[in-house]
């Protein structure tokens, strides 16, 4: 299973700071939010792929972070076309785009490991009531974990259509659910592989053995 999606490339986006891109992906969030009409959002989803292309990365490379979601984002424009009208998908979408496209570049151009020692330099002044290096590993994991499980879901109703049961709506969440919960239990054996927890499990056993005597 390949959490790792940094393509490797010399670009000014991939020398700029883990912690200074996702500050910046946070304040984009939030701006997009901000704006709320197509004209600007058009432009902001014109400058994210602009950012694509200062970042050099590969069109394969972000097509196939891209093509799991597009199910999302048209989900998404089918529902406010619905319930509210044409301009308001649209604003929506372009909006959804805009941040799903930013947070994919800052994947493809930011190792794991630089990801997580920014948040925990972010948590650090925090460490006295939160376990830092936990809620890092849980928020960077969380943000490897969504391309995936968006790619898993789109071969799972993919393979579903297929078969003649993609109506089906427990033809298509059962596979998700067993493949989720053997993913889950493959990190878990990493991560216990890797040593991680082993000092807390170290301090629990012995307080376990410190109360039966």
Known sequence: MKLDFY???ASPVHRAPAGAKLLFLALAGGGLFLLGSWPPLLGALGAALLLAVIARLPIGALWAQLRPL????????TAQALFGSILAATIATLRLATLLL??????LTTRPSAIVSALERALSPFERWIA????SLAISLALRFIPVLARMAAETREAQWARGQDRNIFALA?????????MADQIAEALEARGFGAAEAEERARRRRRGRS
């Open 7 to 9: 393509v490797d490339r």
């Open 70 to 77: 597009l199910f999302l984002v048209a989900l998404l424009f």
């Open 102 to 107: 930013l947070a994919i570049i800052v994947t």
């Open 132 to 135: 830092v290096e936990k809620v």
């Open 174 to 182: 059962t596979p998700m659910i067993i493949q989720t919960l053997r």
